[in-house]
């Protein structure tokens, strides 16, 4: 059973537009939500995260956005350029459970020139 | 900046055979995380460690195990290997002073 769902799982956008990925969740213990960039054979890196007391987080062009009672959170990436081309994770997680990251589906991220 | 290091990072194990995977933490993080990750699939939580002890175990099968060094570095060992665990192996590490978890660039591990 998948915690943490992400929608869509590939995505093409113009450059300079706006890329925008969805997660829903439905344990509400969860409390730390991130989101991860990961290029092909590397590592996810952290891009952004925000915590359910914060309904919405800015970090240059990467926005989360998060509906606690919707239990759903989004990422938007304005300007969309073509080095942002990558697999896009959600995640969640407890913090007083370990912290271990419940990741969502993932999104392959296309952005055209 | 220190990232996390792992090692080796290209591993071709036959099936039945042992591998060891080894994962260097940033310095001064005390927490070790463990995750696979299959072809086209999102990372799995295996196993994670805090102060050298198990913190938290997901769904890391019998024939794994890990532990985690005084110098906080972590061995995953795996054996009797199947053609199903071939797959990415990351290790994460992490502070108690932040939640972040910083992901190596992962192992690759082929069992023929």
């Known amino acids: 059973q998948q915690q943490v769902k992400q929608s869509p799982q590939s995505l093409i956008v113009q450059k300079g537009g706006i890329s925008i990925i969805n997660c829903a969740y439905e344990?509400?213990?969860?409390?730390?939500f991130p989101w991860y960039q990961q290029f092909p054979g590397k590592g996810p890196a952290l891009l952004i995260a925000?915590?359910?007391?914060?309904s919405e987080k800015k970090e240059g062009r990467f926005t989360i956005s998060f509906n606690k009672s919707a239990k759903q959170f989004s990422l938007h990436i304005m300007d969309s350029q073509p080095g942002d081309s990558a697999t896009y994770f959600c995640?969640?997680?407890?913090?007083?459970?370990?912290?271990?990251?419940?990741f969502g589906q993932g999104t392959e991220l296309s952005v055209k020139p | 900046a220190a990232g996390v290091i792992q090692s080796p990072r290209h591993l071709i194990k036959e099936k039945r055979e042992t591998a060891t995977l080894k994962c260097y933490p940033i310095?001064?993080?005390?927490?070790v995380y463990w995750y696979q990750q299959g072809p086209g699939q999102d990372p799995q939580f295996l196993i994670s460690?805090?102060?050298?002890?198990?913190?938290d175990k997901g769904s890391i099968p019998d024939r794994f195990s890990a532990q985690q060094f005084s110098d906080y570095h972590s061995e995953l060992n795996m054996s009797s290997l199947e053609l199903g665990d071939s797959a990415l192996y990351f290790c994460?590490?992490?502070?108690?002073?932040?939640?972040?978890?910083?992901f190596g660039p992962g192992t690759r591990l082929l069992v023929l």
């Open positions: 994460a590490s992490s502070s108690t002073s932040q939640e972040t978890q910083y």
């Open positions: 344990n509400t213990a969860f409390d730390y």
């Open positions: 925000i915590r359910p007391d914060v």
């Open positions: 995640a969640a997680s407890i913090d007083n459970q370990g912290g271990k990251l419940i």
């Open positions: 310095p001064r993080h005390d927490t």
């Open positions: 460690f805090y102060e050298k002890m198990q913190s």
